[in-house]
């Protein structure tokens, strides 16, 4: 029997669900989805076929000083966050077989398990691998990550972190560390191997990415926090707690059952190792280094790949919980849309492994075009003309070849196995295409008409079938609607299968029903004028430099300026002509700004989380041109560019129109 076990990220109990974790989540419960339906069609059973897991982060210490802020005891605070995730999920179709929580009790007895597991294991040169020492460093709350000074930049003295704006803490105390170097060589053995033909970590890109961060060389990883209460205690160590990364990954293993049952295979344990870990492009080194060297190091086998997917964004800012200019509420959408025709948009619109721009016009249009022009219609048209032909009941069609068909359905198979679902709905949509072109060029009206009726029956016959095949095809995307349309064909009992072989099996149809009802333009735009938030053209105009509001400790705001101290600072708009990656700091770009002088001038931003050097090229920043100059990772960087951020995003300020580099800005 095939076993599938997919997961997402366990996310951060700071903020409510957006769409950005929908998007995540959605894709790996259609896959789930799609699977269960293959296993079901190959007579499995799907609960044995498939696990899919997801769930909620709630130690560290962003969330024990979110849960300070609010005075609110921090359980009680992630019990009233994880309801409203529940909700959601329950609502959007979430059909996963564990939601699992950090504070469940089952994850403390799976963290300890593997510590000790980890901490047993030594080197050649009888060293543990996870031993104590004193940590004297740098720490991202944030980030929730120790930083070296390569990875901060230093403004009015302080060092902050590039991503967060905010000033990193300085902390001195007992750690245990756990040794990953050790790990290095394995770990670059395992990108080399092969699943399926596919490397373990996916897109290749990405592979490339960790590879190289493996090569610079890796340090020994802080393992746990002795001024953090809000964790699993250190097993034998009670006032250290296990650091929140660590805690986290393993919830992977504990929705298994824990370490025993991974490695033993029992129950839900056979499911190991990991099919897939789904995860947005920002978790790539916690989940492809430091994750399968502590599966190594408890004796553990590593998941069998690891897929960053790519984010969205609203006008390039990445769609964050705490960026009220980019918030899209999949729950407002559904409100008016139902729930399937997001899921079908974000699934649809977007290549996996990319990055993606959400707008409220592509996801009307996609509504309008593919559910209601295409697949809706072909229903409406089938399901009426069956009626007004025909009669309720259709009578079986013998099994036979449809050559198409079969081609379709290979292609949407392929592409769901290859993490694909926009090509998979794309190939389904084949099929629908292809079936509303056949009623105008078969015309049954006309066989109606000259007494046809073998031909009629047998058009209208084929009809339905391509929408069965579709329906079930669709279904991983749009459960609801597939459900709708096989009730509307009269054939309930197929829900959870997957095509197998071509021909109406009969069925007696119900009176049409519209599935996507049209939204006429006026109401899309009164939506559209509800939905975009009234602060989104200005919420991104702020001084990089400025404090950034968020559960870390802001810088002190300035006094008072004068008119006078304004006019001091030099603010231009720049066009980036070029952008990489600055080597071994992942968070940094390299950008070439046009700044409307005869020499471009160099920028290192810490934009590198929200935005890949392609989509920086050709965009028109906002740029301070008399910064002192300062040395960032060995480059010189001249001025800055103007972004907002906080604990999870950065969003980049912009003109809302072209103008020519070095215009003035005031
Ligand atoms: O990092 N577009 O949690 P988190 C697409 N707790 N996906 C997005 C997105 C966007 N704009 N914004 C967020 C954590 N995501 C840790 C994970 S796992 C062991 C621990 C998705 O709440 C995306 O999958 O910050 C990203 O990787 C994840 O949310 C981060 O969620």
Redo the contacts with the bound molecule.
Sequence with gaps: MSRFYIT?????V?ALP????F??TVVADALARYHRARATSRGEDPKKSVFFLTGL?EHGQKVERIAREKGMDPQAYCDGIAAKFVETWDRVGISRDRFIRTTDTDHTAAVIDLWQRMQANRDADGKPDIYEAEYDGMYCVGCEEAKTDDDVIVEGGQKLCPIHRTPVEHIKEKNYFFNLPRYAPQLLRWYAEENDGRSPVQPNSRLNEVREFVKGGLRPLSFSRAAVKWGIPVPGDGPQTVYV?ID??T??VTGLGGPEAVKRGEGNGAFWPASHHL?????LR??AVYWPAMLWSAGLQPPKQIFC?????VKGQ???KSMPATRVDPNVIADELGVDPLRYFVLREYALGGDGDFTYEALFQRHESDLGNDLGNLLNRTISMVHKFIGPALTAQPPRQNLEASQILDSTQTAWDGFSPANALEATWRLVRAYNRKIDEDKPWVLKKNNQTAALVEVLADCCESLRWAALMVAPAMPQAAREILRQLGREKDEGTWPTSWGWPGGTLTQPKPVFPRIEPERQAELIAKWVPADASTAAATLASAPASGPATPVSPPADITIDDFTKIDLRAAKVLAAEVVPKADKLLKLTLDVGEPEPRTVVSGIAPAYTPETMLGRTVIYLANLAPRKIRGVISQGMILAAGDA?VLGLSALDRDLPPGTRIR
């Design positions: 997402t990220p366990i996310y951060y700071n957006h769409l950005g974790t998007y995540a982060d990364w986290a990954l919830n992977y995860i947005g492009k920002d978790l916690f989940h997917h790519g984010f969205l964004n990445k769609i964050s999870d």
